[in-house]
Structures are given as structure tokens and as C-alpha cells.
């Protein structure tokens, strides 16, 4: 009984954990609608000019702003199972 508690401790363990998205993946299922063709105004995906100006007070206050929203973009912009990882990857994917 003892190894199928474990086995099945392990099995929930391993599908409890998830792998962190790269910026393209968040990107591709949240952010592109906006970014891609910049909607409300929302800096385009590879307009570095433009992510410069969100990204002068660093990458924590540009993941806060994200997560609070800001104008049109919703709160978490659109990827309410985000990590802070997840958003820093697609603030640095968009932004290149």
C-alpha cells in the first residue's frame, strides 16, 4: 500500500509541475493579438524604440504593470497562469 501512495504522490507531483513557457510561447497564446499589430496602442512585438520607453523603469515595474494591466490591456494581459519568469520571457521576446 506503502508504494502506491508513493506512486501516486509521484504521479501528482509530476503533473503538478509545469514547465516554464519561453516569451514566444506566452506570446503566441496571449500576447499576440495586441503586440502583433498594435492594437490600442500597444508596442508591437520587435519595436525596440518603443519597448525602451515601457522598459526605463526595469523589468520588475514593466512585470507589475502587466499584472495590474494598463490602458486597454487587461490585468495579467491576458495570461492570468503566468509566472513573473513567464511575463520577463515575453517582455524580452517582444522587446528584441
Sequence with gaps: MKKLISIIALTVVAFSVQAERSGEEVFTKSCTFCHA???AG???VGDSAAWATRLEGGM???IAT???GKGAMP???MCGDCSDAEYKNAID???K
Design 37 to 39: 499589430s498594435g492594437v
Design 60 to 62: 520588475d515595474a514593466a
Design 66 to 68: 502587466v499584472k495590474k
Design 93 to 95: 521576446f517582444m522587446s
Design 42 to 44: 500597444a508596442p508591437k
Design 75 to 77: 490585468a495579467t494581459g
